[in-house]
C-alpha cells in the first residue's frame, strides 16, 4: 500500500474568518483554524500558534508510561481521540515536567508509529491573587480563567505546552519507543538499603523526562520515554547497594 507521509505542514483555509492556517494530517483539512474552533467551541483558552518540533518514522513501541484514555467526540469536534498524561506528580509532590500524548487509536506494544513533537501556544486569561500559607506566609496564586471571562484586573498571557502526536506508520522499524523508569532511594545510614539512578539520554534520538519525589529527597524517580535503537541506547546507570545499568535500545 502506498501511502503518503508528511513531514512538514499542509496549508488550509478557515470556511470562518478566510485566514490561512497550517495542519498537520492527511486528507481534508478542518473546516476552521484553530483559533476559530476554540471560539466556536467556548474553550477556556485559544490557540495561537501550533507548531511542529521534531518528526521520526518508523518507531516500533516497545513500552508505554500507562493506559490510553479514550476521548469521545464532544461539541463541533467529531473525531475521538485516545491520550496519555503522565506528570512527575505520581512520583511524589516534589515534582517536575509533563508528558502528553495523543493518538487515533490506542497503539499497542509492537505497533510501529509516526511520532510528531508539537509545541502549542494558548492564550488565556490569568487573575493574580494573594493567599496565606502556614509555611511560606503569603504566597502568590495564579488562576487561569476561561478566555470569555469578563472578570476585572485579568491580565492575558500566553501559555506554551508541547504534545506527542502518534499515527500509524507503514515504515519499517528502525527505532523503538521505550518508557524507562530510574529510583533512587537513601536511608539514614544503617537503615536498609540506599541507591541512585542516573539517567543518561543524550545518545537517545529523542526523549521526554518527568520525575518525582518526597519533600525530604529520600526517594527520587525519574520517568523517561524516549526513542532509541542499537546505536543510539538509553542508559541507566545505578550505584549504592544495587549496582548496575539497564540499557534501553
Ligand atoms: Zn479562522
Known amino acids: 500500500m502506498d501511502r503518503k507521509h508528511i513531514f512538514g505542514a499542509r496549508v488550509a483555509v478557515c ?35 501550533r507548531e511542529l518540533l521534531n518528526f521520526y518514522d518508523g518507531i516500533e513501541i516497545v513500552s508505554l508510561p500507562t493506559k490510553w484514555v479514550h476521548v469521545p467526540p464532544e461539541g463541533e469536534r467529531d473525531d475521538s481521540f485516545f491520550k496519555i498524561v503522565v506528570k512527575g506528580s505520581q512520583y511524589g509532590a516534589d515534582w517536575n515536567g509533563r508528558i502528553d500524548i495523543f493518538a487515533s487509536e490506542p497503539f499497542e506494544n509492537g505497533d510501529v508509529v509516526s511520532i510528531r513533537e508539537m509545541e502549542v501556544q494558548h492564550q488565556i486569561k490569568m487573575k493574580k491573587r494573594e493567599r ?16 470569555t471571562s469578563t472578570e476585572n484586573d485579568v491580565e492575558n498571557i500566553v501559555r506554551s505546552r508541547r504534545y506527542l502526536r502518534f499515527e500509524r506508520s507503514e515504515e519499517l522499524p528502525t527505532a523503538h519507543l521505550v518508557y524507562a523508569i530510574a529510583y533512587t532511594k537513601t536511608t539514614i545510614k544503617g537503615f536498609g538499603r540506599q541507591f541512585w539512578a542516573s539517567v543518561n539520554t543524550d545518545t537517545c534520538i529523542g526523549s521526554w523526562k518527568i520525575s518525582g519525589g518526597v519533600r525530604s529527597g529520600r526517594a527520587h524517580t525519574t520517568g523517561v520515554i524516549a526513542i532509541v ?5 538509553l542508559i541507566i546507570t545505578k550505584t549504592g547497594d544495587i549496582e548496575g545499568e539497564d540499557i534501553y535500545e
Open 15 to 49: 470556511h470562518d474568518c478566510g485566514k490561512k492556517f497550517l495542519f498537520y494530517h492527511e486528507g481534508t483539512p478542518q473546516k476552521r483554524c484553530p483559533i476559530c474552533t476554540d471560539k466556536k467551541q467556548a474553550r477556556p483558552s485559544i490557540v495561537q500558534k
Open 132 to 147: 496565606q500559607t502556614m509555611k511560606y506566609g503569603v504566597v502568590e496564586v495564579e488562576d487561569e480563567l476561561p478566555i
Open 229 to 233: 535503537s542499537n546505536e543510539h541506547p
